[in-house]
């Protein structure tokens, strides 16, 4: 079974801070994705990431950057963290094998303070 | 206007009942659609995946595409306590980009 894990399930930050969220998946997949999950909203993408090095937005990239400098890893940055960041944080990735299908990670509850 | 729609519930059914969850979208490019199920606290998981119009059944589960409608539908038969989730539809076009637009998903809640 694919597994997409994420470093953190709770983290707690303060305003300003600059905050790392971490994705890692097992399976070569060569296409990954930050959404975040606000009520009323649903899953909104902020950014994905076709192959190693290569990015792209999504629809709310404000205030956020990304990093994949290896195939398995994902990296979502807060710059400056903000409390209308304050979110649940969900990676996911997709293989051309697995035709549509986006594996999820359980998520990161971030609450920025 | 947002490009997926779909109606957030909660929706409260009893064990056996046939449910119907339902998404609306704006953007006719739209070739891919898929319906995920989300536990509280977990990742959403892929239950059905449809290309294009038409319908698609696994299980207790069907899918249905309206593309002249730009409506889409998951049909439960049989409902059990288990299925009580958030269920969310997506959708991309088939552009070659993997952009996958979530609709805000509708809580299901079948009760015992």
């Known amino acids: 079974d694919v597994k997409v894990t994420q470093s953190s399930r709770y983290l707690v930050k303060r305003t300003g801070e600059k905050v790392f969220l971490e994705c890692v998946q097992d399976m070569d997949h060569e296409n990954m994705f930050w959404y975040r999950q606000d009520p009323g909203l649903g899953l909104r993408l902020i950014y994905f990431s076709y192959d190693v090095k290569m990015k792209e937005k999504g629809d709310i990239p404000e205030g956020y950057s990304v990093s994949r400098e290896k195939k398995e890893r994902f990296s979502l940055i807060l710059e400056s963290a903000s409390t209308n960041q304050t979110s649940m944080y969900l990676c996911?990735?997709?293989?051309?094998?697995?035709?549509?299908?986006?594996?999820f990670g359980s998520g990161t509850q971030l609450s920025v303070l | 206007q947002k490009e997926v729609e779909q109606d957030p519930g909660p929706l409260s059914v009893p064990e056996g009942a046939i449910v119907s969850l339902n998404c609306t979208y704006s953007?006719?490019?739209?070739?891919?659609f898929m319906w995920y199920r989300q536990y509280s606290r977990k990742g959403p998981e892929l239950l059905m995946y449809t290309y294009s119009s038409g319908n698609k059944e696994d299980g207790r589960f069907t899918a249905q595409v309206d593309k002249s409608s730009k409506y889409i539908s998951l049909f439960i038969r049989d409902s059990q306590p288990s299925d009580s989730a958030t269920y969310l539809c997506?959708?991309?076009?088939?552009?070659?980009?993997?952009?996958?637009?979530f609709g805000t998903g509708t809580r299901l809640k079948v009760l015992a």
């Open positions: 997506a959708m991309r076009d088939g552009s070659g980009t993997y952009k996958y637009i």
């Open positions: 996911a990735s997709r293989g051309d094998r697995e035709g549509e299908k986006l594996f």
């Open positions: 953007n006719s490019a739209f070739q891919y």
